[in-house]
C-alpha cells in the first residue's frame, strides 16, 4: 500500500471570530486543476462517508457512489486518495474543523498519510479541545487565519466575481477509434482495422471533461480514454494489467495475441488520458499492490457498474454512425435511433475456400 514516510505537517488555522472575509478566501483559492482543494463539510452529520463524499465532490466526481455497500466508507477514501494522487492534490483545507468527530478527523489523517498532501484545519473558535486531542501525536503547527487566509482585493477594491463553471457540451461526439471496440479480431485483415485517426484537441478536452464529471471510478473512466486514443478492443482492454502502465501514466502496454512476433504493443498515452490511467493505478497500489492484478477492473469490490458501450453512450460519445433515413417533410417526429456499434468476426478458412471457389 502507499504510504508517505514524512508527509507535511498539519496547520491548525485559528479564526476564532468567523470572519465571513477568511472563509470567502478558503472558498476562492480552490482550484483542483492547480493542486488546491478546499471543502466546506455537509452540515449536520458527523459521518465519515459524507466527509469523502465532499472531497469527491469538490474534485468534480459525481456522489453518491454506487456499487457499494451503503455503510462501508473504505472505498470512497480509497477513491479520495486516488484522484488526489492522479490529479494531483497538493493542499487540502478544510473548513469547520472544530465540528468534525473523531472519526472524521482521523480519517483526514490517514488520508494526508497516504497522499503526502499539506492538510490546513481551520478552527472557528478561540480553542477547541477535540482537534488538540486529535493532533497530539501529529506533527503540526498554529497559525493565524489573517496571515494565511488572505483574500486578495480587485483593483477597484471590491472582491472579485467567483469564477462560473463551465459545463461540457452535451453533443455527440463520433470517435472512429471506437469503431473497434466490439471487434473479436485484432489482425490487418479485419475491416474495421483500419487507421483511426488523432482526436482533435477541441474534442480532447471535452471527452476528458465527460469523463471527469461522468464517473468517481478510476478504472471505468481509463477503460474507455484507452479505447478513445489506442483504437483498442474489448480484448485487448480485458488484459491490460498494472504492470503495463508508467507510474506516472505516459505509456500503456497493450496485448494482441494475433501478432506472431511482438504480441506488446506500447502507446504513448496523451496528456488528457494520462490522469485516468494514474487514478487507475493508484486504486491498485492503494488497495492490493499488486502488479499482476487486470488494471481496468475494481479492487475495491464494485459489482453494479454500467456495460463500457453503455458508459460510453452516457458521456455523449460512440462510433460514426450510418447515415440517418430519409424523412419526408410531414412526417411525425420519431425518436433517434439507437448507437449502431461495429462487430465483425475472424474469417475462418472454410469461407475463405467457399470465396475462392
Not at 456499487?67 to 470512497?76: F, M
Not at 486518495?81 to 473523531?102: E, F, G
Not at 462560473?164 to 471496440?181: D, E, K, Q, V, Y
Request: proline share 11%.
Amino acid at each position: 500500500m502507499l504510504t508517505c514516510p514524512h508527509p507535511p505537517p498539519v496547520t491548525l488555522v485559528m479564526d476564532p471570530h468567523d470572519d465571513v472575509t477568511h472563509t470567502r478566501a478558503a472558498l476562492a483559492a480552490h482550484d483542483p486543476t492547480h493542486g488546491r482543494v478546499t471543502i466546506h463539510p455537509t452540515p449536520g452529520t458527523d459521518s465519515t462517508l459524507a466527509l469523502a463524499y465532499d472531497i469527491l465532490a469538490a474534485l468534480g466526481k459525481p456522489v453518491p457512489l454506487t456499487g457499494y455497500r451503503t455503510l462501508d466508507t473504505q472505498p470512497a477514501w480509497t477513491l479520495c486518495a486516488a484522484w488526489i494522487l492522479a490529479l494531483p492534490v497538493t493542499s487540502l483545507t478544510v473548513l469547520r474543523a472544530h465540528l468534525l468527530s473523531p472519526r472524521a478527523l482521523a480519517e483526514l489523517l490517514a488520508l494526508r498519510t497516504r497522499t503526502g498532501l499539506h492538510l490546513a484545519l481551520v478552527c472557528h473558535q478561540r480553542k477547541s479541545t477535540a482537534l488538540e486531542r486529535a493532533l497530539r501525536r501529529t506533527d503540526h503547527f498554529l497559525a493565524d487565519a489573517e496571515a494565511i487566509l488572505s483574500l486578495r482585493k480587485a483593483t477597484d477594491g471590491e472582491e472579485p466575481p467567483p469564477a462560473t463553471p463551465t459545463r461540457p457540451s452535451r453533443h455527440w461526439i463520433n470517435l472512429p477509434a471506437l469503431n473497434t471496440l466490439n471487434c473479436a479480431y485484432t489482425s490487418a485483415p479485419c475491416s474495421c482495422r483500419a487507421p483511426a485517426p488523432q482526436v482533435s484537441r477541441l474534442d480532447q478536452g471535452c471527452i476528458a471533461q465527460r469523463l471527469h464529471a461522468a464517473t468517481a471510478h478510476p478504472h471505468l473512466a481509463a477503460e474507455l480514454a484507452t479505447a478513445c486514443f489506442a483504437a483498442a478492443t474489448m480484448t485487448q482492454l480485458s488484459g491490460v494489467c498494472v504492470a503495463d502502465t508508467a507510474m506516472d501514466g505516459t505509456t500503456l502496454i497493450l496485448h494482441d495475441r494475433t501478432q506472431p512476433y511482438d504480441p506488446r504493443v506500447t502507446h504513448r498515452v496523451p496528456h488528457w488520458a494520462q490522469v485516468f490511467l494514474r487514478a487507475a493505478a493508484f486504486t491498485h497500489y492503494l488497495s492490493t499492490a499488486r502488479r499482476s492484478d487486470l488494471l481496468f477492473t475494481d479492487p475495491l469490490g464494485c459489482g453494479s457498474l454500467p456495460r463500457l458501450t453503455d458508459f460510453a453512450e452516457d458521456c455523449r460519445l460512440r462510433p460514426p454512425q450510418p447515415p440517418p433515413a430519409r424523412r419526408w417533410k410531414n412526417a411525425r417526429p420519431t425518436p433517434p435511433p439507437p448507437t449502431v456499434w461495429p462487430r465483425c468476426r475472424p474469417t475462418t478458412p472454410a469461407v475463405l475456400r467457399l470465396r475462392t471457389r
